[in-house]
């Protein structure tokens, strides 16, 4: 038997990191949406009971540290399954770049387990099986637009933002997220009004929700990498609608209305910038198809 699941990566509209928790993780309150870029995951069952990955990218685990690999095994444990798995991972999402690609990658995988083997998980289920994998997996479960509190995985669902077109760009370098963490100062951080971001999606106000991009991880990461200042710097002179870092980065975004200017931004990126791509926003859960 064998499956086929898709995993969107996703951005973040907005970012604001409150305070340490006692638990050692941040409080967050962000809002993230799917973006039409995603990695493909290809379960296949073998006859022995182990779970192999085997991934297109040259530079990500193949063992135990493989998210996708976590997901299965936490999900063989609690269901009692001897059956084994073969994990066939085509990465198209840039690595440890804030686009939650390992996330995702785990997710899709919990799905494709829940379909193959008949497990009838509910959402809240997968949910929590996700939230013991990682702080992002929770929102990867349905994709979607939501708004994500407390250590990233209290996911309440928001309408899908106002279509437009995302440029990603991304420097030849990869950040750690606890570092990132790590060099915050909270009392000197910006905090972006989440909030308001949420009403702006909700009454589709496309100019109001470029306006409110915040990211309070963002200056950490530019404060050690001129790159993500410069490409952020670029994007906002060649006047796209909004511009952000995603996550602890090094990914920039800029959303675009029109295709013809996305288009211009993404031919002045290429051959200057290491990665670049430009895709639709998603934010419908309908991503997941
Ligand atoms: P986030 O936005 O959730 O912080 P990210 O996009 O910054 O995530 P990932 O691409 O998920 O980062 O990779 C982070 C680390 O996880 C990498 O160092 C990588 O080695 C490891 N990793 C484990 N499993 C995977 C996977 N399936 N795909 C990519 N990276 C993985």
């Given amino acids: 038997m064998r499956i086929v699941e898709k995993a969107p990566a996703k951005i973040n509209l907005s970012l604001d990191v409150l305070h340490k928790r006692d638990d050692g993780y941040h409080e967050v309150n962000m809002i993230m949406t799917t973006i039409d870029l995603s990695d493909r995951i290809e ?9 192999n990955i085997v991934s297109s990218a040259t530079f990500i685990p193949e063992d135990r540290r493989n998210l996708a690999f976590q997901a299965a095994e936490l999900i063989k444990q609690n269901y009692n399954i001897n059956q084994g798995i073969k ?13 939650a690609g390992g996330s995702s990658d785990a997710a899709a995988t919990i799905r494709a ?4 083997w008949d ?6 289920t997968m949910m929590d099986l996700a939230s013991q994998i990682g702080s992002d997996v929770s929102f990867c479960i349905n994709g979607g637009t939501a708004l994500a509190s407390g250590r990233g995985n209290d996911i309440q669902p928001l309408p899908s933002p106002p279509s437009c077109w995302v440029v990603l760009a991304k420097p030849d370098l990869s950040v750690s997220t606890a570092e990132v963490y790590g060099g915050l100062n909270l009392n000197q951080a910006d905090h972006p009004n989440v909030s308001a971001m949420v009403r702006a999606i909700e009454q589709q106000d496309y100019r109001r929700m470029c306006a409110l991009m915040g990211n309070t991880l963002e200056n950490v990461t530019m404060q050690k990498y001129l790159e993500v200042k ?15 870092m995603s996550g602890s980065g090094p990914t920039v ?27 639709r926003l998603y934010g419908a859960q309908s991503a997941l198809d």
Wanted: overall charge neutral.
């Fill in 113 to 116: 387990l829940n379909k193959l």
């Fill in 230 to 244: 410069q490409i952020k710097e670029h994007m906002i002179r060649m006047d796209a609608d909004g511009v952000l």
């Fill in 253 to 279: 975004f800029g959303l675009i209305r029109h295709e013809s200017r996305a288009q211009r931004i993404y031919n002045s990126l290429n051959g200057f910038c290491h990665y670049v791509h430009a895709v």
């Fill in 43 to 51: 379960i296949i069952e073998q006859p022995t009971d182990d779970i």
């Fill in 119 to 124: 497990l009838n998980m509910s959402t809240t």
């Fill in 87 to 99: 994990i066939n991972i085509n990465k198209h999402i840039p690595v440890a770049a804030g686009l």
